[in-house]
Nanobody, 125 residues
C-alpha cells in the first residue's frame, strides 16, 4: 500500500515562503514522476508542478512559474515544493501525487494514481 504524506503547510503573509514536503512509504517512488496539485475553496483541483523521476525535467503552471520550485530526493523518497513570493491566490490545500507510468509531467489529475491527504496553505494579504 502506497502512502503519501504532505507536510509544511501553514499560514504565511503575502511575499513569504513555505516549503512543502511529501514523503512516500510502502514503495520507492524512484522511477516514477511526481506532481503537486492544489485546490482552493469552491474551485477544482489544479496542476501546480511536476517532476520526472530523475529530477532533470520539471513542469510548472504559468501561475507559479518563477516563484515555485519542485525537487525530489529519491534516497529519502521525498518530493518538495519550495514556494516563494506567495500571494493570497495561492491559498489552497496542496496535494502531492505519483504519476502513472508514461504520464510523467502531465497536468491532468487523472494521470496520477496515488494521492496524499493534502496540506493547507493560507496566504494572508
Amino acid at each position: 500500500q502506497v502512502q503519501l504524506v504532505e507536510s509544511g503547510g501553514g499560514l504565511v503573509q503575502a511575499g513569504g515562503s513555505l516549503r512543502l514536503s511529501c514523503a512516500a512509504s510502502g514503495r520507492t517512488f524512484s522511477g516514477y514522476g511526481m506532481g503537486w496539485f492544489r485546490q482552493a475553496p469552491g474551485k477544482e483541483r489544479e496542476f501546480v508542478a511536476a517532476i520526472t523521476w530523475s529530477g532533470r525535467s520539471t513542469y510548472y503552471a504559468d501561475s507559479v512559474k518563477g516563484r515555485f520550485t519542485i525537487s525530489r530526493d529519491n534516497a529519502k523518497n521525498t518530493v518538495y515544493l519550495q514556494m516563494n513570493n506567495l500571494k493570497p491566490e495561492d491559498t489552497a490545500v496542496y496535494y502531492c501525487a505519483i504519476a502513472s507510468p508514461l504520464r510523467v509531467g502531465s497536468r491532468i489529475e487523472f494521470d496520477y494514481d496515488y494521492w496524499g491527504q493534502g496540506t493547507q496553505v493560507t496566504v494572508s494579504s
